[in-house]
């Protein structure tokens, strides 16, 4: 299977000349005609066209292409006339040439694909890729065509360079075919192939997990998050290598939590009821030294109903709007806050997940069993907003103190009724802004991002620039430096 790199206003030329050992390899022809590298000769013999034709059993168009080439090159007897475009003559045309160089093995992954046109602009540029779980596997060949994965690129204004968007994947067989015409209509086809340097144990960069998850549904304060199975130094090409596409078009960007985990969050909070997807260009990429990413990922979820709440502590009530409209006034008791562990924390709030019961036990935020303030209780309808412990749940024990008086641990208490409710309604993701304690939620405390400013956020992205999620591509480099 073929993957086309389009170039805006062209459309797709699929024509190709080949003959074995000859590589680069260039087709000259003019618009709607006949290629000009054919000549005039004898019919090859039947030998000739097995010993000279390699068949692609995917391409009919390239086999007949191919045998009509080398009918100058394996006929038996005399020899023709040489005519424009022929072996050993001057071919009409521009010069085009694609880097790396032909024949090449053990090319880094990380290195890009570049076309230049010397007396002519690019028309098309093809750039197929064996997929290296298919590639060299040691099993019979088959008459299915190989997995192809996608590479687009970029035309200069001039329209005589292109280079590749992405990196290529690691142990892959490489196909770049490129297309330039000149002036006088004349078509200049070249084809190049090398294959990329594979990955070794323990040097393969994985996704080893992602919130959300392709399917979800999620709050409008939603977060990327992607898990790395190791760390990653280099951190500016990771991040140029993922790209958030939204129907509403926002911007974002990404900070490191660790070596291990990134973080995408647009400037305000997702406009509500849109599809988002994030394309991992991970394959290629060269996530720290001699470690390589392996596979490409796409995620896509969806944003569903804005869902808002607040809580003033001081106030004893949650108000929850959904969609803008005035929903439901929680009445709650927050953390008695005579200790730094027992006080709710003020800021924005994202909802992280949510449990029907739950075991809630302070030793898993360090306090243990025999230390003041240690607890462990059975809650029903738990929502959390915090990893130092914090959650919405129902708290009937504490029903004589909900809209009048704090004296949870620190989470906030609600009726069974109202708990449930909260419960049900929440998406991962849903927005819950908190004042009025001094104790401030960390930035990466939970999914406190929204924490950072966006001129904090964008300061600590790499980048240093924002990622549109237009579609129009990420803001830097994703190759190998000097490459």
Known sequence: MSVTAPVAGHGSLRTTCRAPGLLPYRCSKGRGEAPALAVRSRAPTERTLEDCVKRRAHSRAVVATAALVLLTACSAGEEPDPEPGAQGTEAPGPEVTITPEPGATEIPPNTPVRVAAEGGTITDVRVDQVDPSEAGNGEPETEEEPTTLEVTGTLNEAEDAWTADWNLHPGSAITVTATATDDDGEETEVVSEFTTRDTTDGQRLELASNFPTSGQTVGVGMPVIINFDLPVTNKEQVENSIEVVAEEETQGAWNWVSDEMAVF??????????????????????????????????????????????????????????????TRTIPVSNGAADERFNTTTSGVHLTMEKYESLVMDSATVGIEEGEPGHYRLDVDWAVRTSNSGEFSHAAPWNSGNLGSADTSNGCTNMSVEDARWFHDESLMGDVLETTGTDRELEWDNGWGFYQRSWEEWLEQSVTGEPQSTDGSGTPGNVHGEGL
Not at 275 to 284: K, M, N, P, Q, S
Not at 296 to 318: A, C
């Open 265 to 326: 969050r647009p400037e305000e909070y997702w406009e509500p009821y849109q599809e988002v997807a994030v394309d991992l260009r991970l394959a290629g990429v060269e996530a720290s030294d001699g470690v390589f990413g392996v596979s490409d990922h796409r995620i896509e979820f969806e944003v569903g109903r804005e869902m808002i709440s607040t809580m003033h502590v001081p106030d004893h009530e949650m108000k929850v709007v959904v969609d803008g409209e005035d």
